[in-house]
């Protein structure tokens, strides 16, 4: 219809709307399971609780080094993001080719939504914004040295940072 706005749907593609290159690359995978899945219930409410976002966005602060896409199985290093970071200062510097990166550019929020969570605490759902957050480059498919290092040392931080709830967005 003449002048009416593209219609956009937002949602997981179907492999056959992939590049074949990240087909073949997705039918040869060999994935994984972690068992047991790590859990540690919440003791107490979300109300008193601080919280930090944890993101496979990667994104990184605007003036901060870009996660390196030449790392052969992803880079698995993390970022550190300050809490009063704003939307327009995060910069994707995402290496998957298997999404489009548009929506998420336009509006940060989506893969890494600290507006939100400030909202919730202002309103008193939720206790606390963490001092810091952190954020992942996703598609990490050699997870050897994300699993040994760089996830504990992440988690690492959130424990100094005394956070008692994570909200983790993967992408």
């Not at 601080?50 to 080094?65: C, E, H, L, N, W």
């Amino acid at each position: 219809m003449h002048g009416e706005e593209p219609c956009y749907t937002l949602g997981m593609a179907t492999t056959s709307e992939l590049k074949l290159s990240v087909r073949l690359f997705l039918k040869a995978y060999r994935w994984r399971t972690n068992s047991p899945i790590p859990w540690t219930p919440l003791k107490k409410p979300l109300s008193d609780c601080r919280v930090a976002v944890v993101s496979s966005a990667g994104f990184v602060p605007i003036g901060s080094k870009k996660f390196d896409e030449e790392i052969r199985g992803g880079d698995s290093s993390f970022r550190i993001v300050p809490s009063n970071t704003l939307p327009t200062d995060l910069a994707d510097s995402h290496r998957s080719e298997s999404f489009d990166h548009t929506a998420m550019e336009a509006d940060p929020d989506l893969a890494f939504p600290l507006t939100r969570i400030r909202e919730l605490c202002e309103e008193g759902f939720l206790g606390e914004v963490a001092p810091r957050h952190l954020s992942y480059m996703g598609s990490i498919t050699a997870t050897g040295p994300l699993i040994r290092d760089s996830a504990p040392a992440g988690a690492a931080q959130l424990v100094l940072d005394e956070v008692d709830l994570v909200l983790l967005v993967p992408v």
